[in-house]
């Protein structure tokens, strides 16, 4: 790493956030031959959301615009080790979106119809399917199972070590323990960064600070959409293998996957108030530990081995703000992310060509940053979150 490397003065590309988004919007924008990127981070190498995630990769969702974005960032997965030179470690092993009400079951079928005129290979699974797809989960309980076969998932640890090597093998500059605390302008566009009392120039600057987002928005002087949330997860000891898919239980706003370690790692989201807090959280881990048992009663005997949490940005519908923020020339977003992990190789790609080029790929653009003053939310109706109450 570059943490003790000193500051440069000017960087042709500036990003702001060393997550995930912003490692791999960098490998993409290096990739494409752009020299002389920097990314600056607050806090230390995975401190964000990108090293505290479950780490499911689901390649499509409910809606045509949510599942044409993640469907290509699920294809990117799939050839990302070979790409980047490290092992991201994606296993392919599926994943199982399951409904207990009759109304999910409805929303499944339309999902599949969506799936079909993307072009996405998705099953309804029949009753017997479903028993050998998921052997532990209470069938009782389930109207309808949709299977994803191409989705997984792949460890944050492993994929961000591979970003962040990629990157510097492609001489990207990353600073982490480096906040940004004012962004500058010029003749009406962004003309740079400060850290403390150093200033560094920059025609281009892009906001990839997850949580942070809306103050650095601040920062800039821009309106931003969204608020930070606090996301949980939790890992239970050791047991058989159980679950063999990724799972969604759409009904409980609930996610797990058992690890090659055989730990159930996944979480469910119950709606509170906004937390900017990391502390440990009894009434998440209850509900998830509910959830788990009443769909997976074999679980029952396994004791929670940890537990934590992590901060994301949110948007109004859930969905990414990406893309040039259009009241300030040179400034471009990438926040709103709550499926960050799976999205990341989409958007890193979609948005340096659009940095580059100005080039905006037809599956970013519904996430445009600008979309609600225009009126045009995207509905996912397929997702595992919850707005505050
Ligand atoms: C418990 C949990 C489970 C999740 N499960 C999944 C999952 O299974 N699948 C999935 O796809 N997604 C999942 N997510 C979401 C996913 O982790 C995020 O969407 C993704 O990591 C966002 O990446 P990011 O780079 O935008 O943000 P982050 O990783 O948070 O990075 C933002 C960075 O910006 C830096 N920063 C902020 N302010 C400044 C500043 N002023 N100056 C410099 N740097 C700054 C921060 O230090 C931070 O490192 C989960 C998240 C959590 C918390």
């Given at each position: 790493?570059?943490?003790?490397?000193?500051?440069?003065?000017?960087?042709?590309?500036?990003i702001?956030?060393?997550?995930?988004?912003?490692?791999?919007?960098?490998?993409?924008?290096?990739?494409?031959?752009?020299?002389?990127?920097?990314?600056?981070?607050?806090?230390?190498?995975?401190?964000?959301?990108?090293?505290?995630?479950?780490?499911?990769?689901?390649?499509?969702?409910?809606?045509?615009?949510?599942?044409?974005?993640?469907?290509?960032?699920?294809?990117?997965?799939?050839?990302?080790?070979?790409?980047?030179?490290?092992?991201?470690?994606?296993?392919?092993?599926?994943?199982?979106?399951?409904?207990?009400?009759?109304?999910?079951?409805?929303l499944?079928?339309?999902?599949?119809?969506?799936?079909?005129?993307?072009?996405?290979?998705?099953?309804l699974?029949?009753?017997?399917q479903?028993?050998?797809?998921?052997?532990?989960?209470?069938?009782?309980?389930?109207?309808?199972?949709?299977?994803?076969?191409?989705?997984?998932?792949?460890?944050?640890?492993?994929?961000?070590?591979?970003?962040?090597?990629?990157?510097?093998?492609?001489?990207?500059?990353?600073?982490?323990?480096?906040?940004?605390?004012?962004?500058?302008?010029?003749?009406?566009?962004?003309?740079?960064?400060?850290?403390?009392?150093?200033?560094?120039?920059?025609?281009?600057?892009?906001?990839?600070g997850?949580?942070?987002?809306?103050?650095?928005?601040?920062?800039a002087?821009?309106?931003?959409?969204?608020?930070?949330?606090?996301?949980e997860?939790?890992?239970?000891?050791?047991?058989?293998?159980?679950?063999?898919?990724?799972?969604a239980?759409?009904?409980?706003?609930?996610?797990m996957?058992?690890?090659?370690?055989g730990?159930?790692?996944?979480?469910?989201?119950?709606?509170?108030?906004?937390?900017?807090?990391?502390?440990?959280?009894?009434?998440?881990?209850?509900?998830?530990?509910?959830?788990?048992?009443?769909?997976?009663?074999?679980?029952?005997?396994?004791?929670?081995?940890?537990?934590?949490?992590?901060?994301?940005?949110?948007?109004?519908?859930?969905?990414?703000?990406?893309?040039?923020?259009?009241?300030l020339?040179?400034?471009?977003?990438?926040?709103?992310?709550?499926?960050?992990?799976?999205?990341?190789?989409?958007?890193?790609?979609?948005?340096?060509?659009?940095?580059?080029?100005?080039?905006?790929?037809?599956?970013?653009?519904?996430?445009?940053?600008?979309?609600?003053?225009?009126?045009?939310p995207?509905?996912?109706?397929?997702?595992?979150?919850?707005?505050?109450?």
């Open positions: 790493m570059n943490t003790l490397k000193p500051l440069p003065g000017k960087a042709s590309i500036l702001v956030g060393a997550g995930i988004q912003g490692l791999s919007l960098a490998f993409n924008l290096a990739e494409r031959g752009v020299r002389d990127i920097l990314v600056l981070d607050a806090g230390y190498w995975q401190g964000g959301a990108s090293g505290r995630n479950g780490t499911l990769i689901r390649g499509a969702f409910s809606s045509p615009e949510w599942t044409r974005f993640f469907a290509h960032s699920c294809h990117l997965w799939q050839g990302l080790s070979k790409r980047l030179g490290e092992n991201v470690m994606y296993s392919r092993r599926g994943y199982t979106m399951v409904g207990e009400r009759s109304s999910t079951a409805a499944l079928d339309r999902t599949l119809e969506v799936h079909k005129t993307s072009g996405i290979t998705s099953s699974l029949t009753p017997t479903l028993r050998e797809v998921l052997p532990a989960l209470a069938h009782e309980r389930v109207s309808a199972a949709l299977h994803l076969p191409d989705s997984g998932v792949a460890p944050h640890h492993a994929a961000m070590y591979a970003y962040r090597q990629a990157c510097e093998a492609r001489g990207v500059a990353i600073h982490y323990g480096t906040e940004v605390t004012a962004i500058d302008q010029s003749a009406g566009r962004i003309s740079g960064v400060q850290v403390g009392a150093r200033r560094i120039a920059a025609d281009t600057v892009v906001l990839a997850g949580a942070e987002s809306n103050r650095l928005a601040q920062l002087g821009v309106a931003l959409d969204g608020y930070p949330m606090r996301l997860a939790m890992a239970l000891e050791p047991t058989r293998a159980l679950i063999g898919p990724a799972v239980l759409l009904d409980r706003l609930c996610y996957h058992q690890t090659a370690r730990e159930v790692v996944g979480g469910a989201e119950v709606a509170e108030r906004p937390q900017h807090t990391l502390n440990a959280d009894v009434p998440v881990m209850a509900a998830t530990a509910r959830a788990y048992l009443e769909m997976f009663p074999q679980l029952g005997h396994a004791r929670i081995l940890r537990q934590w949490a992590g901060l994301v940005h949110i948007s109004r519908d859930f969905g990414p703000l990406l893309g040039a923020h259009g009241q020339p040179g400034l471009f977003i990438s926040a709103g992310w709550c499926y960050g992990h799976a999205g990341a190789p989409a958007a890193g790609e979609f948005l340096a060509r659009a940095i580059i080029n100005g080039d905006v790929d037809e599956r970013m653009r519904p996430f445009a940053v600008d979309r609600f003053e225009r009126n045009q995207v509905v996912e109706p397929g997702i595992v979150l919850s707005h505050f109450e």
